[in-house]
């Protein structure tokens, strides 16, 4: 596999797609694409203020033009928000990336969310009942984030894509 295809960071929220996502993207050479930054720039806003002025299925469909964009542009890493894998047509388009699905235990995730303005209400055990046979169906490489930490999850990316390890020196 090469550098040149793109590689989408799925995981529920609190998984940490940016964080290892800027590492690979870093390694690779590649630009990140991040979910909340494109909802900033194209929409003035993150998801909690969307899904309060807009509703939820208008920011879920902003999220997965995110996705949809960026896949039929330049070779990325794209850190999709997780709404986009119920989406058909955001599954069927990740099949010509290489895709990293970061994941914990439901505590885990629910810890780091805590302190979170992103969105209050976030429960991962119904994310998770909603969307982990999507997770399962694109997924190329899983990676337990309560046991790796984001370098090691770029360092196993690189190493299923095939690519050498980053030089620590």
């Known amino acids: 596999m090469s550098k040149n295809k793109p590689v989408v960071m799925i995981g529920l929220m609190g998984a940490g797609k940016s964080t290892s996502g800027r590492l690979i993207a870093e390694a690779l050479g590649l630009p990140l694409s991040d979910s909340d930054q494109y909802l900033q720039e194209r929409y003035g806003a993150t998801s909690a203020p969307i899904a309060a002025r807009e509703g939820k299925e208008r920011l879920h469909r902003y999220e997965a033009e995110h996705v949809l964009e960026e896949l039929a542009g330049e070779p990325k890493v794209i850190a999709a928000a997780s709404s986009t894998l119920e989406n058909a047509e955001v599954r069927e388009a990740m099949r010509k990336a290489f895709v990293v699905w970061v994941d914990a235990d ?36 899983v990676c337990d984030v309560g046991v790796l930490t984001p370098e090691q999850v770029r360092d196993e990316a690189l190493r299923k894509m095939g690519l050498p390890a980053v030089d620590r020196d």
Do not use: G, N, Q, W
């Not at 209050?120 to 169906?137: C, G, I, L, S």
């Open 106 to 141: 439901d505590a885990v995730l629910a810890e780091r969310m805590r302190t979170s303005k992103h969105r209050p209400d976030y429960d991962p055990r119904e994310m998770r009942a909603r969307r982990e046979a999507f997770f399962r169906e694109v997924a190329d490489l």
